[in-house]
Each structure stands twice: as C-alpha cells, then as structure tokens.
C-alpha cells in the first residue's frame, strides 16, 4: 500500500470515528491507525501524528454541531475541553455552569480558578493538562445531568480519553466518576482510591471544586489526592502546599 492511499485509509478510518458513535479501545485505534499509516509490520511514517491532529479535529467537529441531545436546545456554546491533547492527566467534571457556556471554555468561573490554583499546587499549568466535562453542554439551571444527557455525550469523552491517553483521569465529583466507571458510593467513600479505566488507565476521583468552595476544610483531602497524582506520574511533590 502506497503512502497516498494509507493517508486515504487514515481519513477513511477518521471518518468512521466520527460517525459510529462506538467505544474503542485505545489499543484498537492505535492499531488501525498504525496500520492506516505504515502497514502492517512496518515502521510508523512521517504524518502518523498529523493523523492523529486529524482524528482529534473530527472528534471536535462532530461534536461542535452535535444536537444528539435536549441540551443543544439551549446551550449558547459546545465546550469541548481545553489543553494539552497529549497530556499525562485529565481532569474531568460534570457539565459546563454559566461562565463557561458563555466563553466556551471549560472550568472558568470561580470553581475554575481554584481547579487553576490546585493544578498549579502539584508544579503545572493548565496548557499541561486536558480539562473536559462529561457533558459537552449547559444544563439549564446548572441542574444535574439527566442520564440520557450521559448517554448520549459520553462517547465523546470516551473518545477523547482515548485519543490523549492520558496516564492518570482525575474524576472531580460523583457525576464524572458515575459517567466513566460503574460504582455506587458517594464521592466521600471513593475519592483517593484508585480505580481502572478500559485501557488500564488510573481514574483518580476527588472532590468537585465547588465542592471546596462551598467546604473549604476538604481542600485537605483533595491535596492527598494530587499527590497520589503526583506520585503516579512520577513527578516531585511541590514544597509548597495548596492552601
Ligand atoms: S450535551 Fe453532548 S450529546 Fe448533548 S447536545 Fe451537547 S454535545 Fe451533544
């Protein structure tokens, strides 16, 4: 197979990921997208991470016109998450508030800046990490994700964790750890723990930022929780702590 028509298998196999709305495991893609651009049994080419630019392109695409569930009806903007698309760590919550439907970001209201403050507490910056809700838009009301709302957007998170590989998912309150891992506790019982992700990735639960905003005594607890991140990602723990 030439180059050309591997670059061809690769759009081809990216717009199959944009419309089957399937899970696939991270080793599946990387294994379709290997043999897309080099061949079976060869070395990877020149363009493999073009292709993958490609891929994550589609994802955003698709889902900065999705309308696969109620909430397109009245969310002013789709935010798709922002950072690194190849980072170490993730950083996942529940749904966009207020502030963020307007500017299209995500964590950017006053639970956002704290999640900055903690993000810069273990020694990194929010351009190091990829910070993404579990659903895409607006609640009305910031009212709680109704389950087919999940449904219906999870994929896109599924493919986004697939495409970063990130080494460690930190699940910020129940809903995001609900949405990606089959528990019952409540956030109290499972943060801290280390929980396995398809792939074998580690989903690290804490608490949600405006959480904290509201207990600001379990700011402790979330910094044993980064540190936990820390240690996994091998990285040193700063000396000063979080306040
Ligand atoms: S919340 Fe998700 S599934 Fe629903 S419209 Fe927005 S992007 Fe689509």
């Known amino acids: 197979m030439?180059?050309?028509?591997?670059?061809?298998?690769?759009?081809?196999?990216?717009?199959?990921?944009?419309?089957?709305?399937?899970?696939l495991g991270s080793?599946?893609?990387a294994s379709q997208l290997r043999f897309a651009l080099t061949g079976p049994g060869e070395a990877p080419a020149?363009?493999?991470?073009?292709?993958r630019e490609e891929l994550w392109q589609s994802l955003k695409d698709e889902a900065l016109q999705c309308?696969?569930?109620?909430?397109?009806?009245?969310?002013?903007?789709?935010?798709?998450?922002?950072?690194?698309?190849?980072a170490d760590l993730m950083f996942i919550g529940e749904a966009p508030g207020r502030d963020e439907d307007e500017q299209g970001r995500p964590f950017v209201g006053r639970a956002g800046k704290l999640l900055t403050?903690?993000?810069?507490?273990?020694?990194?910056?929010r351009s190091d990490v990829f910070i993404a809700n579990v659903l895409k838009c607006r609640p009305p009301d910031n009212r709680d994700p109704a389950p087919d709302e999940v449904e219906s957007c999870?994929?896109?998170?599924?493919?986004?964790?697939?495409?970063?590989?990130?080494?460690?998912?930190?699940?910020?309150?129940?809903?995001?750890?609900?949405?990606?891992?089959d528990v019952s506790q409540g956030i109290t019982k499972i943060r801290g723990r280390k929980l396995v992700l398809p792939?074998?990735?580690?989903?690290?639960?804490?608490?949600?930022?405006?959480?904290?905003?509201?207990?600001?005594?379990?700011?402790?607890?979330?910094?044993e929780d980064l540190k936990t991140i820390l240690g996994i990602l091998g990285l040193p723990v700063p000396e000063r702590r979080s306040r």
């Open 154 to 181: 999870r994929p896109y998170l599924e493919r986004q964790i697939e495409l970063i590989d990130p080494k460690v998912v930190c699940a910020l309150g129940r809903h995001a750890v609900r949405s990606l891992v």
């Open 199 to 223: 792939g074998g990735r580690t989903l690290l639960p804490t608490y949600h930022p405006a959480y904290l905003l509201r207990n600001p005594a379990a700011k402790r607890e979330v910094w």
């Open 67 to 86: 309308r696969k569930c109620r909430l397109c009806e009245t969310r002013r903007t789709v935010v798709f998450g922002e950072g690194s698309p190849t």
């Open 46 to 51: 020149a363009g493999a991470s073009a292709s």
């Open 117 to 125: 403050q903690m993000i810069e507490a273990m020694g990194l910056r």
């Open 2 to 23: 030439g180059a050309e028509d591997r670059r061809g298998l690769a759009r081809d196999l990216a717009a199959t990921l944009r419309t089957r709305n399937v899970y």
């Open 27 to 29: 080793e599946r893609v």
